[in-house]
Each structure stands twice: as C-alpha cells, then as structure tokens.
DNA sequence: GACCAGGCACATC
DNA sequence: GATGTGCATGGT
C-alpha cells in the first residue's frame, strides 16, 4: 500500500473515531494566534487557563494586546509555562500584525500564504509549528501543521525515519492529499486528538511508555 | 518525585 | 551541521 492510500485512510478511521474536530478551539482568530504560542510545549489544559486570565481582565484585540506590558501580560499567562518569553512572542505576534496588516488580523488572508507563512517565520520566537498553525487555523489556508504526536504517528506506522525533517513530514502529507484547508485542519486535528487520548491511558498501556520509541497509539491502523 | 506536555532559540564544538 | 541547554507551570 502506498502512502496516499494509507494517509487517506488513517484519515478516515480517526475520523470514524473521533468524528469532526472543528478546530481550532478559540473565539477569534487572535485568540487562536496567542494559543499557537502558548501551547509552544504545553498542554492544552494549561494554556486554557492562561486565556482565561488573559480574558479575565481584558478582551483579546490587537489593541488591548498593544497597550499591556510585556510584563503584566507575562503575569496573566503564568500557567502556560515559559511565560516571560512566551509574553515577548506574543508581543511581537502583536507588532507584526500592527505593521504590516495595520492591527487587522483580518488582513493576513489577503496576503499570500508563503509570504504569510515566511513572515512570521521571521519573527523571534515563532517556528514552523507555531507559524503553520496561524496560517492554517487563523488565515485560513491550506498547509499541514506538524507537531510531536504527528511525528509519533508517521514514525511508528514506518512512514518516516527516527531521524526526519518537519519538511520532510509536511511534504508527506502535503503531496499525498487534496491541498483544501478544512481537510488539513480536521486530520492535524484527529491525530492531536487520538494522541493527547492515548496519552491519558498510558499508564495502562503495557510496556508502552512515553517515549518516541515505543509510543503507539491506542487502536490499529489498517 | 519523576516524567511529560500541540517548541524555539541560542551557545558551543 | 550536530548536539546540548534554558525556558517553567501543572497534571499524572
């Protein structure tokens, strides 16, 4: 079997298991850029209740987020971990979009999606994940976010080496698949999904500890 | 108490 | 280019 065949269909058993995502979880498209950073090596639990601090003392707009300090706003996202430079990024997120899109967020779907993406590959504190992810879930277009349970997947079912490339993975997907948004953001979804599952049982997952090695996934694909 | 979580940048060789 | 390290809180 192929790659195509194969990648379609995990597809569309993550998808009978797990049924559509609709991600990602956010009211607005700065909102979902801000989780993009917090999340940089954290759990979603955690970055949930740094929004909720955020959103407890002010509502999420480029222009809110302008005037906070770096500082106050590292405070309100403590429970993200890395706060201090997680503060930073987003501050500079927030300059990016006040640059060159005039504070709209709006705007980053008009741009051009490599320009988009190598944008914001340029700002400090923003790497390939983090910039797929905006591109993908907050402007919209078409790209393949990877992430470490999108590695485990590809790694334990032999799609890929121990040693690969965030490229080389996105390309994976990227020439095996229909190149459409929705589809792109519903499947990085199922696989956060059935990762962040299996996770949660892994306790009771008989020599299978944590460890990009021996990590499967709680059900058989093909 | 150890290990893990939806990364990224930077120092050093 | 490869390898190691700092960043940090909260759940299991």
């Given at each position: 079997m192929n790659n195509e065949v194969r990648l379609k269909k995990i597809y569309k058993k993550l998808?009978?298991?797990?049924?559509?995502?609709?991600?990602?979880?956010?009211?607005?498209?700065?909102?979902?850029?801000?989780?993009?950073?917090?999340?940089?090596n954290t759990s979603w639990q955690n970055v949930e209740k740094a929004i909720i601090?955020?959103?407890?003392?002010?509502?999420?707009?480029?222009?809110n987020l302008s005037a906070i300090s770096a500082n106050e706003l590292s405070l309100l996202i403590r429970p993200s971990g890395f706060y201090r430079q997680k503060a930073e990024r987003i501050?500079?997120?927030?300059?990016?979009?006040?640059?060159?899109?005039?504070?709209?967020?709006d705007k980053m779907e008009d741009d051009n999606i490599l320009d988009l993406r190598r944008g914001l590959l340029s700002i400090n504190g923003i790497g390939p994940e983090t910039a797929d992810c905006i591109v993908l879930y907050a402007a919209k277009k078409p790209v393949f976010v990877i992430d470490k349970y999108?590695?485990?997947?590809?790694?334990?079912?032999?799609?890929?080496?121990?040693?690969?490339?965030?490229?080389?993975?996105?390309?994976?997907?990227?020439?095996?698949?229909?190149?459409?948004?929705?589809?792109?953001?519903?499947?990085?979804?199922?696989?956060?999904?059935?990762?962040?599952?299996?996770?949660?049982?892994?306790?009771?997952?008989?020599?299978?500890?944590?460890?990009?090695?021996?990590?499967?996934?709680?059900?058989?694909?093909?």
């Amino acid at each position: 079997m192929n790659n195509e065949v194969r990648l379609k269909k995990i597809y569309k058993k993550l998808f009978e298991n797990y049924g559509e995502q609709k991600w990602w979880p956010a009211d607005s498209k700065l909102e979902c850029a801000i989780g993009a950073v917090l999340t940089q090596n954290t759990s979603w639990q955690n970055v949930e209740k740094a929004i909720i601090n955020i959103k407890s003392v002010m509502e999420i707009t480029v222009e809110n987020l302008s005037a906070i300090s770096a500082n106050e706003l590292s405070l309100l996202i403590r429970p993200s971990g890395f706060y201090r430079q997680k503060a930073e990024r987003i501050k500079r997120v927030i300059e990016f979009i006040n640059t060159r899109y005039e504070g709209k967020i709006d705007k980053m779907e008009d741009d051009n999606i490599l320009d988009l993406r190598r944008g914001l590959l340029s700002i400090n504190g923003i790497g390939p994940e983090t910039a797929d992810c905006i591109v993908l879930y907050a402007a919209k277009k078409p790209v393949f976010v990877i992430d470490k349970y999108t590695y485990r997947l590809l790694y334990r079912h032999g799609f890929v080496e121990r040693e690969t490339s965030y490229q080389e993975m996105q390309d994976l997907f990227t020439d095996n698949l229909d190149n459409e948004q929705v589809l792109f953001g519903e499947y990085h979804a199922l696989i956060v999904e059935v990762g962040k599952n299996h996770c949660k049982k892994r306790a009771a997952c008989e020599g299978c500890p944590v460890n990009f090695d021996t990590h499967k996934f709680s059900f058989e694909i093909i």
